[in-house]
């Protein structure tokens, strides 16, 4: 991972560790947190279709050159996928609190 994209990924977990959720607005982070699309084994469970955005997603966001400018791109997914990656956040967000000994 480069350099660069390994510092943005840093701060957004510092900062979502302390509640201030730099790339997604409350809007996501709530319908992330009211979606309930789990399979029997706890993962996530997505169509093909949502799949395949979620993927373009991650691989444009790892690209883009700022949090202003991964806010922007995350603005403009569909509704399904911005939640969905919401959700992945969050999920990403509890395993590093794990980690690092924080209450959940």
Known sequence: MQPQIRERLAVVVREGLKGN????????LTAALGCADEGPDGRMVVDPVLAG????????LVQVGSIQDARTLIGGLSPACRM?????YLRFLARCA???????
Request: no cysteine; hydrophobic share 45%; proline share 4%.
């Open 98 to 104: 794990a980690t690092r000994g924080h209450a959940n």
């Open 84 to 88: 969905a990656l919401a959700r992945l």
């Open 21 to 28: 959720h730099l790339l997604f607005g409350e809007p996501d």
């Open 53 to 60: 955005e979620l993927g373009t997603a991650g691989l444009q």
